[in-house]
């Protein structure tokens, strides 16, 4: 459930945002997985007829994207227990109600922290956001969820959740366990990815010895295991590239396009999103192998494609597709 609230956009543009961009936030939302909305938008800029279409297009895109699991197969490691190992509060400078630090993006960012800490909550915003627009659809796991799975294969199995990769955004504290079970992950043939820190602690060593020369040797000798100090979107990208593919590939890799790709009851479906406001026509390439039918929730229209279709998405539009 989410509640788009268009609060600091009534405070900083004096009303809510555009139909079309209120649909493109809308858009993100049911790609990460949002089906029930409590709704404070008054759409005060759409007609009558706009707002029946907005309506028809979310409730349609909810339908074919409920239930099932997410089939994303790279993981980001949600760095809470590093967090708190950095953070140490110091006083902000704040007026009027806003963040006036030039070390502070915003309200919604860490406020009054270390810069350790700030550094932590920056690496995992930032790329998670490179991996969001760049099409590597993933998951987020706690410490308690990588204890949980089994490393086989080359795959992190937990449940019907498989992962190829771990990405670690500047994690160096986890449960000693996790630790075990990320080294079970790379010694199956798993790759883990680890930006701007080194697995140092656990949750009762501070240094934890054993790790840091555990996943010292991994990162010096092991091709799967990538240690990126100072990391960048582009060095992230070409390390995921030299390992994996990704499910939905594009004519231009540099096009707006969001993807979110799930298992459905034994269907395939990928939701692919135009997050702009233009006009994309391109030709994509779905990794499954098979025949789809293409969902336009815009329109209630379906149709049959391969897995190789030409597609045309309006700006701030998404389309459905689901294996036959």
């Given at each position: 459930m989410s509640e788009p609230c268009p609060?600091?956009?009534?405070?900083?543009?004096?009303?809510?945002?555009?139909?079309?961009?209120?649909?493109?936030?809308?858009?993100?939302?049911?790609?990460?997985?949002?089906?029930?909305?409590?709704?404070?938008?008054?759409l005060t800029r759409a007609?009558?007829?706009?707002?029946?279409?907005?309506?028809?297009?979310?409730?349609?895109?909810?339908?074919l994207l409920n239930g099932?699991?997410?089939?994303?197969?790279?993981?980001?490691?949600?760095?809470?227990?590093?967090l708190w190992t950095r953070f140490t509060p110091k006083p902000l400078k704040v007026w009027d109600g806003f963040f006036t630090d030039p070390d502070v993006t915003g309200w919604d960012t860490l406020a009054g922290g270390a810069?350790?800490?700030?550094?932590?909550?920056q690496t995992f915003r930032n790329s998670s956001r490179f991996m969001f627009n760049n099409r590597w659809e993933y998951s987020y796991l706690d410490s308690k969820a990588i204890i949980d799975a089994v490393a086989e294969n080359?795959?992190?199995?937990?449940?019907d959740l498989r992962w190829k990769a771990i990405v670690l955004p500047a994690v160096s504290t986890l449960p000693a366990e996790a630790w075990v079970r990320l080294g079970q992950f790379v010694e199956s043939g798993g790759l883990l990815i680890a930006l701007e820190l080194l697995p140092e602690?656990?949750?009762?060593?501070?240094?934890?010895?054993?790790?840091?020369?555990?996943?010292?040797?991994?990162?010096?000798?092991?091709?799967?295991?990538?240690?990126?100090?100072?990391?960048?979107?582009?060095?992230?990208?070409?390390?995921?590239?030299?390992?994996?593919?990704?499910?939905v590939l594009l004519e231009d890799e540099t096009l707006p396009l969001r993807i979110?790709?799930?298992?459905?009851?034994?269907?395939?479906?990928?939701?692919?999103?135009n997050d702009s406001e233009e006009t994309v026509t391109t030709e994509?390439?779905?990794?499954?192998?098979?025949?789809?039918?293409?969902?336009?929730?815009?329109?209630?229209?379906?149709?049959?494609?391969?897995?190789?279709?030409?597609?045309?998405?309006?700006?701030?539009?998404?389309?459905?597709?689901?294996?036959?």
């Open positions: 609060i600091m956009e009534q405070f900083t543009l004096g009303d809510e945002p555009p139909v079309d961009q209120v649909m493109g936030h809308l858009n993100m939302l049911m790609a990460g997985g949002v089906t029930d909305f409590n709704n404070y938008l008054r007609t009558r007829e706009e707002k029946i279409a907005m309506n028809e297009y979310v409730g349609r895109t909810v339908m099932g699991f997410t089939q994303s197969e790279v993981g980001v490691v949600y760095p809470i227990e590093s810069p350790e800490a700030v550094m932590v909550e080359g795959e992190l199995v937990h449940g602690n656990s949750e009762s060593s501070f240094p934890d010895r054993a790790v840091q020369k555990r996943f010292k040797a991994l990162f010096g000798s092991h091709e799967k295991a990538i240690y990126i100090e100072n990391w960048t979107p582009v060095i992230l990208g070409e390390a995921l590239s030299a390992h994996m593919e990704k499910s979110a790709h799930r298992n459905i009851e034994g269907k395939e479906v990928f939701y692919i999103i994509i390439s779905l990794k499954v192998n098979r025949k789809f039918e293409e969902w336009d929730p815009a329109t209630g229209e379906v149709r049959t494609v391969t897995n190789s279709p030409e597609i045309e998405l309006l700006p701030f539009h998404g389309k459905i597709y689901r294996s036959r």
